[in-house]
């Protein structure tokens, strides 16, 4: 009989999918619809997706206590529930305030559906296959990214923005929150099983788990190199979620966008299904800074030279490297501090990670409005990725992962 938490797992998975289908990658088309159907500036509305993850930065670290504590349904239930309404709103916005309030209230959910929320839930089933697990779940996010884009921009121009916004939180709440309801547990011994499905003398003959405070686990320099690292990679990588559409469409146009966005989501989907394969067994630490280069040069290409076949490429360089920049940080954190303690330290330095990534959509939209194009922006942040790869290097703990 297959063990209960791989049902955990794929629960976890269409979250992320619905999560990442309709917020983090649906983003950048709200933005771009939201300036091309009321004309204000891209920086304007780049400051609410900055709020967005600036909420949701803040409630990451409560999100991975809570779930520890209380188990992921209450929270994912609210989350699914807060998103979806936040989607719907932004439909419907016809002042600058309206869309700050929505993606806001998005924030909110989004907190509740992130890697930080699956990877608590995911936490207590697995040891042994703890990398294999949360990169399960993580393809979730690679096959929202792949279908979101392209659904929402087809929706927009075929039933409009209103239609297209209330269809898509209409649907992700019809299917996520039964789910969530039925299927999702706090943990394994709580229905008489162990992690991993192994039996139960096994798990009692091992040594206790290591318990770390936050305080205990902040002194370390393992945690402070991951927490400034992916700080810096989500910076870097959902600034440039949030602008790819408005970045492509003047060279690619609309069919050609939704050709890219989709590509660059199936590129992410093919380097997590390898990291599936082998999360268990590499060095994680130098895999995330090979990834990290890797996207600076698809940064590079992208801000030297601005044309289409560049533009194409560099996205579907930068998709190999997206989803394992999100799903390495919590198997590291989980490898390095045990599982006993990952929900309250993880969702410690995923707070710090996410409020990182909140300044990604601000920092590519004021400098786009400042410079006047997105090669600014784009070379800063290649220089910004491999400065992130030196760091996280020098926290290799000395014991070896």
Partial sequence: MMFYGWRIVAVCLIAALFANAFGLFGAGVYLSAIVATQGWPTGLVSGAITLFYLTSALLLMPVGSFIARIGPKPIMGTGIVAMTMGITALGHCDAVWQVYAAFLVMGIGWSSLSTTAQATTIAPWFDRHQGRAVSIASLGASAGGMIGPAIL????????????????????????????????????????????????????????????????????????????TFGIGMLVQVGFVTHQVTLLLPALGTAGTSLTAAATAVAALCSRLVLVRF??????????????????????????????????????????????????????????????????????????????????????????????????????????????????????????S
Avoid at 310 to 317: K, N, T
Avoid at 362 to 370: K, Q, V
């Fill in 153 to 228: 921009l087809l929706g927009i121009a075929q039933l409009g923005f209103a239609w297209t916004t209330t269809l898509a939180a209409s649907v992700s709440l019809a299917v996520l929150l039964p789910l969530i309801l039925v299927v999702l547990k706090r943990r394994p011994q709580d229905i008489g099983l162990w992690p991993d499905g192994a039996p139960g003398d096994a798990n009692a003959a091992g040594k206790p788990a290591a318990h770390w405070t936050r305080a205990q686990a902040l002194r370390e320099w393992s945690l402070r190199s991951v927490m400034i």
């Fill in 279 to 400: 999360a268990d067994q590499i060095d994680q630490r130098k895999v995330a800074a090979g990834v990290l280069v890797a996207a600076a040069l698809a940064y590079g290409a992208m801000g030297l030279f601005p044309i289409a076949p560049v533009l194409a490429a560099g996205s579907i360089l930068y998709g190999v490297t997206v989803g394992n920049v999100t799903t390495l940080s919590p198997i590291i954190v989980r490898r390095e501090f045990g599982a006993a303690s990952f929900g309250p330290i993880f969702g410690m330095a995923s707070m710090a990670i996410q409020l990182g990534a909140a300044i990604g959509p601000s920092f590519y939209g004021l400098l786009h409005d400042w410079s006047g194009s997105y090669r600014l922006p784009l070379l800063l942040v290649a220089v910004l990725d491999i400065a992130a790869s030196v760091v996280l290097l020098s926290g290799q703990p000395k014991s070896g």
